[in-house]
C-alpha cells in the first residue's frame, strides 16, 4: 500500500529546471505534477492510460502521466506543456493549433501537442498515416482531428525550415 | 402578479456597483424559454445581459452563457466589436460569473447565437450612438458628421479631431437601457462580423494557461472522492472506514448518505477510498441493453400529437405502396473530455463555487438550497468547460462539493473519475421509433404515421410535403421509465428522428425506383432544403443510383431548429469483419446569417466526426443497474483513424438572422451512414449503433 509508505526523495529536470521533492514513489506523474507541482496544464481524463490527455515527455518518449510512477522519473527530464515554448515564444506546433483552430474546448490540447512534439522528434517528415497511427491513442471527443493532422503537418514544415 | 411586484434578488443598480465606472448598456435577450424562465424565478426580467466600455477603452460583455468549445466566446465578441466599431482584440466576454452577469437559463440547445446574438447587436449599436453622442460634446462637432473606426470617433472631414472610446469612458458612469432600437448596420457592411476569425481562446489552450475548473487551487483545498454504490439501484448495507483513515493526512467525513475521503492529494484520497470495506444491498433487474426495448415498448404512454395534417386514414387509402419500419438506438454517453468537477470555497456566510457546468445559476440555486445561504451569497464562476454536449446541464458534483466544504470548513474539490462520469452521465435515452407510410402512384408520399417512444420530439416534424401526417410522442424522453438518469445530449431527439425519417425516406426512394435525391426533391417544396440538398449533391461531385448500387453512398437532410442541412456520405463495407470505413463526408448548411465561418465549419467538422461514434460504436452496456462501460476501453469513441475526408459547405443566406450551428450537423450521421452502408450492402440497419456484428447479422 503505497499510501502509508516512507517518502523518498526525488530529483529530476521538469521543464529545465531541476526538482527536488519527497513523496512516495509509486504516485503517478500526473498527479505529483497537477498537485504538489501546481502545473495544471496536464489533464486528467480517463486515468487508465486511454486517452493520451496526459501526455508528457520523459526523455524524449511520450508517456502517460497517469500511468507513470514518479519513482520512474529519477534522474530523467519531464516536458510538460508549460515547457512546450521557449522564452515567452510559442512552439511551432502551438502556433499551428492556433493557426488551424485544431482545438475546441482545449481539454485534450497539451496531451496533443506533446505526443505530437515526440512524433516531430524522431520524424521530421511524417506523412498522414504516421501521425494517425502515432496520435491514435489521443482522443478528442470535440473531433478536431482533422485540423490536428493539418495543424501537425504544418507545424513540420516550419521547424524543417520550410515555409509553413 | 404584475411584473414591476417582482422580487429581484439583484437589481441593475447593484450590478452597476459591481462593474464600476464605464458606459453601460443594458439589453434583453429574445430567447423565449430565457425569459419566462427569469420570470419563474424573479429574475429582473427586463434585461439579462449588459455590456461596458470601460475607462480603459476595452469593452466587455457580460453574459451567463458558458464556452464548453463551441465557440460563442468569438463569435458573440465579433458580433459585438462589428456594431460598436472596435478591434475585436479590444472584447473581453465575461461568460457564467453569477455575481457579475445577469441570469441566464444555460447554454444548450444551439441558442446562444441565435437568440443571444441580435439583441448583443443592438445593444452595440446603443452603447455607440451614446459615445457619438458625448464626442460630438466633447469636440463640439455635430453628431452626423462623426465616424467611429476601431474604438475612436473622429470628425469626418477633418480626422484630426479626435477622441477615442477610452477618452469619452473616462469619468463616466453612464447606464442606459436599450428601449429604442437603433438601426444595426447592414450586413453587407460588415467587416468583422461574417469574416473567418480564429478561436480568442486558443492561445490560452495550447499553452496548458488555460484553467478548467479541476486546475484551480486554493490554499488549504482538499480533494474529495466519495464512495459510490456499484450499481443503480443499490443501498448500503454496512461500512467499515478504519483501514482508510490509517493514511496519513485523510479526512473522513461520513453524513447521511455520502462518504467521503479527503485528502491534499486527489490520488491519495483515492488510495484511501479503496481502503473502505462496504457492502451494499445487491439490486435484480431485468433490464440490460437485450430488454430494453420490450421494457420501452411497455411503458408506452397514451401518444400525445406532437404535429398532424390531413388525415393518415385517407392518405393510407390513397397509398399504392405503404412501408412498415421500426427503428432503435441505444443508450449513448457524453463522455465529455473534462469529467464533471467542482471546487467549492466557504468564507463566512458567502460561498464561491467553480463548476464545469453548463448551467451557472442553476448551480447557484441549488448550492443555496443545500448551504441554507441565499442566492446572492452563492457566486459560481464558470471557468472554461471541457465538451458539455448536454452532460453539464446537470452536475451532482457542485453539491456535494458544497456540502463537504460546509462539513470540513475547508475548500473542496469533487472531481469525477471516469468511472463515476459513465456512471452518473445523464445518457441519450434508448428509443424505438415507428413509422408507417405510403406512396401513391405517382410516387408522392402521401401519409406518414410517426410513434415516438422516448427520444424526445424535437425534428421530429416532418419537411416533406405529405398530405396527411401524425406524429406522436410516446411520453417525451421518458424520464423514471430508464433504469438510470437520461437527459439533452447534443441535438437532443433529433438524433434518434432523423436517422429513422431519413431512412424510411431512403426505403421509399428505392421502392419508387428513384435515386435518393431525385425522390427528396420530388417530395419537396421548401426551397430552402432543396437548395442544401443540391449544394451537398454539387460538391460531393458524384451521381446518385437507385439503392442499393453498391457505391456506397448515403444522403439525408434535415431541418434542425431553423438550421437546414444536407450531408452526404460515401463508405466502405469490409464484409469480411464486418466493419465499416467513412471515406467522405459532404455537409452542406444554411444556418443563417454566419457570424464567423470558421467556426461554423469548426462546428459541422466536429459534429460528424463525433457522429460517427453513434453511428458505430457508442452504446452503454449495462445489467442489473450497473454500467458496464466504464472507460474507453470498452466504450470506444471516434479517433484519428476514423477521421474521414470532411467537406462543408456554407450555404449563402444572409438575410436570415444567425441560427445555431453547435448541434445541427450531427442530427443526420445515424442516417446517412444507414443509407451509405444499406446501397453498399443492400442490408438496411435499423439499429443505431452499426456494430460489426449488426452488420454481420444483417448480411448473413
Known amino acids: 500500500m503505497w499510501g502509508i509508505q516512507m517518502e523518498k526523495n526525488f530529483r529530476f529536470k521538469l521543464n529545465g529546471k531541476t526538482i527536488d ?26 486515468g487508465e492510460g486511454f486517452c493520451g490527455a496526459c501526455t508528457v515527455l520523459v526523455d524524449n518518449e511520450p508517456v502517460l502521466s497517469c500511468q507513470f510512477p514518479l519513482k520512474e ?62 496520435m491514435e491513442g489521443n482522443l478528442c471527443r470535440c473531433g478536431s482531428y482533422k485540423r490536428i493532422i493539418q495543424a501537425i503537418q504544418t507545424a513540420a514544415r516550419t521547424m524543417r525550415g520550410e515555409r509553413p | 402578479m404584475k411584473e414591476d411586484e417582482y422580487h429581484f434578488t439583484l437589481d441593475r443598480r447593484e450590478f452597476l456597483k459591481l462593474v464600476g465606472s464605464g458606459i453601460v448598456v443594458f439589453f434583453t435577450t429574445g430567447d423565449p424559454f430565457a425569459l419566462q424562465q427569469r420570470r419563474d424565478r424573479g429574475y429582473p426580467a427586463d434585461f439579462n445581459a449588459y455590456l461596458r466600455i470601460g475607462e480603459d477603452g476595452r469593452v466587455s460583455c457580460f453574459t451567463g452563457k458558458i464556452e464548453m468549445g463551441q465557440g460563442i466566446h468569438t463569435s458573440l465578441a465579433q458580433m459585438l466589436a462589428e456594431e460598436l466599431d472596435v478591434p475585436l482584440d479590444k472584447v473581453d466576454m465575461v461568460m457564467g460569473d453569477t455575481d457579475l452577469c445577469p441570469y441566464d437559463g444555460g447554454t444548450f440547445g444551439s441558442r446562444s447565437t441565435k437568440y443571444f446574438g441580435p439583441p448583443l447587436r443592438q445593444a452595440a449599436a ?27 470617433i473622429f470628425h469626418q472631414q477633418n480626422p484630426q479631431k479626435k477622441i477615442s472610446y477610452a477618452q469619452l469612458a473616462q469619468g463616466k458612469k453612464i447606464e442606459r437601457h436599450l ?35 479541476g486546475d484551480i487551487r486554493l490554499p488549504g483545498m482538499l480533494h474529495a472522492k466519495i464512495l459510490r454504490p456499484p450499481a443503480h ?26 462518504i467521503a475521503v479527503l485528502h491534499k492529494y486527489p490520488d491519495m484520497a483515492e488510495q484511501a477510498l479503496g481502503l473502505i470495506d462496504a457492502r451494499f444491498e445487491p439490486f435484480r433487474s431485468k433490464l440490460d441493453n437485450q430488454t430494453i426495448f420490450r421494457h420501452l415498448k411497455n411503458s408506452a404512454q397514451e401518444g400525445d400529437v406532437v404535429t398532424e395534417k390531413g388525415n393518415v386514414e385517407e392518405g393510407k387509402r390513397l397509398s399504392a405502396k405503404t412501408f412498415d419500419k421500426t427503428y432503435y438506438n441505444h443508450y449513448v454517453a457524453h463522455a465529455p473530455s473534462e469529467p464533471h468537477a467542482a471546487l467549492v470555497n466557504i468564507e463566512g456566510n458567502k460561498a464561491t463555487v467553480w463548476a464545469s457546468t453548463q448551467s451557472p445559476f442553476r448551480a447557484q440555486a441549488e448550492v443555496a438550497q443545500v448551504l441554507g445561504f441565499p442566492q446572492e451569497k452563492v457566486r459560481v464562476i464558470t471557468p472554461f468547460v471541457g465538451c458539455g454536449f448536454g452532460g453539464k446541464n446537470q452536475g451532482y458534483q457542485i453539491v456535494e462539493a458544497a456540502r463537504l466544504a460546509k462539513l470540513t470548513g475547508k475548500p473542496v474539490q469533487v472531481a469525477w473519475s471516469r468511472k463515476e462520469e459513465f456512471f452518473y452521465d445523464t445518457f441519450r435515452p434508448a428509443a424505438i421509433i415507428d413509422i408507417k407510410s405510403g406512396l401513391d402512384g405517382s410516387n408522392k408520399i402521401v401519409f406518414w404515421e410517426y410513434r415516438n417512444y422516448f427520444a424526445g420530439d424535437r425534428s421530429s416534424q416532418p419537411f416533406y410535403d405529405i398530405p396527411h401526417f401524425r406524429v406522436l410522442s410516446m411520453g417525451g424522453r421518458g424520464g423514471s421509465v430508464h433504469p438510470f438518469g437520461t437527459g439533452a445530449w447534443r441535438g437532443p431527439g433529433s438524433n434518434t428522428n432523423v436517422f429513422a ?25 421548401d426551397e430552402r432544403m432543396r437548395r442544401v440538398l443540391m449544394a451537398a449533391a454539387e460538391k460531393f461531385g458524384k451521381s446518385f443510383s437507385r439503392a442499393p448500387s453498391g457505391k456506397g453512398y448515403g444522403l439525408a437532410c434535415t431541418d434542425y431548429l431553423g438550421t437546414y442541412l444536407a450531408t452526404i456520405a460515401e463508405v466502405d463495407v469490409n464484409k469480411n469483419n464486418s466493419e465499416v470505413r467513412v471515406k ?32 458505430f460504436t457508442e452504446e452503454i452496456r449495462f445489467s442489473n443497474g450497473r454500467i458496464l462501460d466504464e472507460n474507453f476501453d470498452t466504450y470506444e469513441i471516434p479517433r484519428f483513424s476514423w477521421t474521414p475526408q470532411i467537406e462543408t459547405v456554407l450555404v449563402d443566406n444572409p438575410e436570415m438572422p444567425p441560427q445555431g450551428c453547435g448541434e445541427p450537423a450531427i442530427t443526420s450521421m445515424g442516417a446517412v451512414i444507414a443509407n451509405a452502408v444499406y446501397d453498399a450492402i443492400g442490408k438496411r440497419m435499423f439499429t443505431l449503433p452499426m456494430t460489426p456484428d449488426r452488420i454481420k447479422e444483417a448480411l448473413s
Open chain 2, 179 to 213: 428601449e429604442e432600437k437603433p438601426p444595426i448596420k447592414p450586413y453587407r457592411n460588415h467587416t468583422v462580423s461574417g469574416r473567418p476569425t480564429d478561436r480568442m481562446d486558443a492561445r490560452q489552450k495550447v499553452t496548458g494557461e488555460a484553467k478548467f475548473t
Open chain 2, 126 to 152: 446603443e452603447a455607440r450612438a451614446i459615445l457619438i453622442q458625448l464626442a460630438s460634446e466633447r469636440l463640439q462637432v455635430d453628431q452626423k458628421n462623426l465616424v467611429a473606426k476601431e474604438g475612436v
Open chain 2, 233 to 258: 439501484g443499490e443501498t448500503l448495507k454496512s461500512v467499515i472506514v478504519s483501514a482508510a483513515k490509517e493514511i496519513e493526512g485523510v479526512t473522513i467525513i461520513q453524513d447521511e448518505d455520502m
Open chain 1, 73 to 134: 522519473a529519477e534522474g530523467k527530464e519531464v516536458l510538460t506543456i508549460e515547457g512546450l515554448g521557449k522564452n515567452g515564444e510559442l512552439h511551432p506546433l502551438q502556433d499551428a493549433f492556433m493557426q488551424h483552430n485544431a482545438l475546441q474546448c482545449g481539454f485534450c490540447t497539451p496531451g496533443m501537442l506533446l505526443g505530437a512534439y515526440a512524433l516531430l522528434l524522431k520524424n521530421p517528415e511524417p506523412s498522414t498515416k504516421d501521425i494517425v497511427d502515432t
Open chain 1, 21 to 46: 521533492l519527497a513523496s512516495s514513489p509509486e504516485r503517478m506523474l500526473l498527479w505529483v505534477l497537477r498537485s504538489d507541482l501546481e502545473l495544471t496544464g496536464t489533464k486528467y481524463s480517463c
Open chain 2, 501 to 525: 425519417m431519413e431512412s424510411q425516406v431512403d426505403g421509399m426512394a428505392e421502392a419508387a425506383g428513384m435515386d435518393p435525391l431525385e425522390f427528396r426533391l420530388h417530395n419537396l417544396d
Open chain 2, 584 to 615: 467522405r463526408v459532404v455537409c452542406a448548411q444554411d444556418t443563417g446569417e454566419v457570424i464567423n465561418p470558421e467556426g461554423v465549419r469548426m462546428q459541422i467538422e466536429g459534429c460528424i466526426t463525433m457522429g460517427l461514434g453513434y453511428c
